[in-house]
């Protein structure tokens, strides 16, 4: 009896445990809802910055999916549609985000990955 007993319990506290997934800490976590839309927001305002340099004039044209990860700052992950004007690609686009360097000029990095083109990474 004692040891239907202990399984019971054992097989309760499983369930529960594994009822709720928690990410663990630090790993990515799917963007949705409110969180989505302040992304986009970085998003669409890294890559205007993005064009007042010498870098390409990307607007967005769909957002497939989109991270956060907390890591030495915060790094958000982006899979992408982007427009240059003339034409689509699908890329992924990675802002890494640490406040505390900001004296240095290098708060921002930001990496914007097309399929067959080669990586631009600017940081400021």
Known sequence: MQSVKVIFVLSVTLAVAFANPRLPPG?????DGD???????????TLAKLATGDGPNYQVVNVISASSQLVAGSLHKFEVELSNGSESKECTVKIWDRPWLHEQGEATN??????????????W
Do not use: M, Y
């Open 35 to 45: 969180d989505l839309s302040k992304a986009k927001e970085l998003l669409v305002t």
């Open 110 to 123: 930001v990496k914007v990955q097309c399929k067959d083109e080669s990586v631009l990474e600017k940081t």
């Open 27 to 31: 790993a990515p976590k799917p963007l």
